[in-house]
């Protein structure tokens, strides 16, 4: 079945950078784009980024252009998201989810990132 | 940037009963970028309806999309115990390309 397995979380300095990873297995990755969505402790969910099947193009929430960086390597069926100048409100579960670029119909179960002294 | 405002914030209910839940978009939405899912406490949210009518695949037919231009609505015409939870709409928008969630609607049992 299609399954999301996102890793690479933990906690972190203000101003510290982490690379988060989501592992897709049941469906042909390389055939569909991916999303990274975030949901900050007792919030609602807010985009982060999107990606092409193919890397062609990339799109960001402004909130985090610039500091984030969306990319996935089809050959190993993985999505990343690499995340620099990290801030409080940065902090976050974050799940990425497969689906064309309008919305996100599998999701996986998250990965938690504190951004904290 | 479309906003979108979620009514009810809260909606009590009890099993059985209908709900009707509200979206409301700051401008006009192409209905085929309006999805909505369902979260859980403590779980990732789940897909029901895309392109604002169409139920995702395994989603039962109680749930049901309906609206256009700024006005959508999910309705879940019989409540049964595992619906209560947060309900999210969601849009798409071309330029530039960004996606935006309303801020939820829970509902709870009565």
């Known amino acids: 079945q299609v399954q999301l397995v996102e890793s690479g979380g933990g906690v972190v300095q203000p101003g510290g950078s982490l690379r988060l990873s989501c592992a897709a297995s049941?469906?042909?990755?390389?055939?569909?784009?991916m999303h990274w969505v975030r949901q900050a402790p007792g919030k609602g969910l807010d985009w982060v980024a999107f990606?092409?099947?193919?890397?062609?193009?990339?799109y960001y929430a402004d909130s985090v252009k610039g500091r984030f960086t969306i990319s996935r390597d089809n050959s190993e069926n993985t999505l990343y998201l690499q995340m620099s100048s990290l801030r409080a409100e940065d902090t976050a579960v974050y799940y990425c989810?497969?689906?064309?670029?309008?919305?996100?119909?599998?999701w996986g179960k998250g990965t938690t990132v504190t951004v904290s002294s | 940037e479309t906003v979108l405002t979620q009514s009810p914030g809260t909606l009590s209910l009890s099993p059985g009963e209908r709900a009707t839940l509200s979206c409301r978009a700051s401008?006009?939405?192409?209905?085929?970028?309006l999805a909505w899912y369902q979260q859980n406490p403590g779980q990732a949210p789940r897909l029901l309806i895309y392109?604002?009518?169409s139920r995702a695949t395994g989603i039962p037919d109680r749930f049901s999309g309906s609206g256009s231009g700024t006005d959508f609505t999910l309705t879940i015409s019989r409540l049964e115990p595992e619906d209560f939870a947060v309900y999210y709409c969601?849009?798409?928008?071309?330029?530039?390309?960004?996606?935006?969630f309303g801020g939820g609607t829970k509902v709870e049992i009565k």
């Open positions: 401008q006009s939405v192409s209905s085929t970028s």
């Open positions: 392109g604002a009518s």
């Open positions: 990606i092409r099947y193919d890397g062609s193009n990339k």
């Open positions: 989810a497969k689906g064309p670029g309008n919305y996100m119909d599998v």
């Open positions: 049941g469906f042909t990755f390389s055939n569909y784009g």
């Open positions: 969601q849009q798409y928008g071309s330029s530039p390309p960004q996606l935006t």
